[in-house]
């Protein structure tokens, strides 16, 4: 009987560490975050697009979370812009910092690439724009039509791309997307919270 005691104190000893460590010490440590200045809270269409940027899983290939020239020359290199800190996350709940990066960096898409049209393409065919391109097209998100209607937002493609004779439209989840990549600018400068720099 004794050393079961001894093995469940042991184990709730180490589960209130790594809790404390995991869990409290986080949370004490960001519980004061204000958001960056130059950070705008998303509209309704950027979260709409959010919602389907989750929903088509683009966290799995992109991360938003570029590392430090310090850490990684090659993120600040590619173009990729600083390296976040927690105030860019203010309004991201959850923040969708990705696990990996099939794909590039989007933390700062809507600086790198701000053309609207080019991401409705790239999301339709990114083989047009980005040649070798193993990300799929997301033809769903799009309609193919003989003639656009009044307010439809068409997509123009390359040529070769687009069917004969035939428009291509977003549907308003495309735009939507569209709108909250073109959100994803951090450009403006930020203190960073941990070495004090600007």
Not at 118 to 144: C, D, K, Q
Not at 165 to 186: F, I, M, N, R, W
Request: net charge neutral; aromatic share 10%; charged share 20%.
């Amino acid at each position: 009987m004794e050393s079961e005691v001894k093995l469940l104190s042991g184990a709730m000893v180490t589960l209130a560490l790594a809790t404390a460590t995991l869990v409290i010490m986080p949370f004490m440590q960001l519980s004061d975050v204000k958001p960056s200045p130059g950070l705008k809270p998303y509209t309704s269409a950027e979260l709409r697009g959010r919602e389907v940027y989750i929903a088509n899983g683009c966290l799995y290939c992109h991360s938003q979370q570029p590392r430090s020239q310090a850490q990684t020359p090659a993120d600040f290199k590619r173009g990729w812009g600083r390296a976040p800190v927690a105030g860019d996350y203010y309004y991201d709940a959850p923040p969708l910092l990705g696990t990996m990066r099939t794909g590039p960096d989007l933390f700062n898409i809507g600086a790198r690439q701000p053309s609207a049209d080019w991401n409705l393409g790239h999301l339709y065919e990114p083989r047009a724009y980005t040649p070798g391109s193993i990300m799929p097209a997301y033809p769903f998100l799009f309609e193919v039509k003989d003639k656009a209607d009044p307010g439809d937002r068409v997509v123009n493609l390359p040529p070769g791309y687009a069917p004969p004779g035939q428009v291509v439209v977003a549907k308003p989840e495309a735009v939507d997307l569209v709108t909250y990549l073109l959100s994803l600018d951090h450009t403006y400068p930020v203190k960073n919270e941990l070495t004090k720099d600007k």
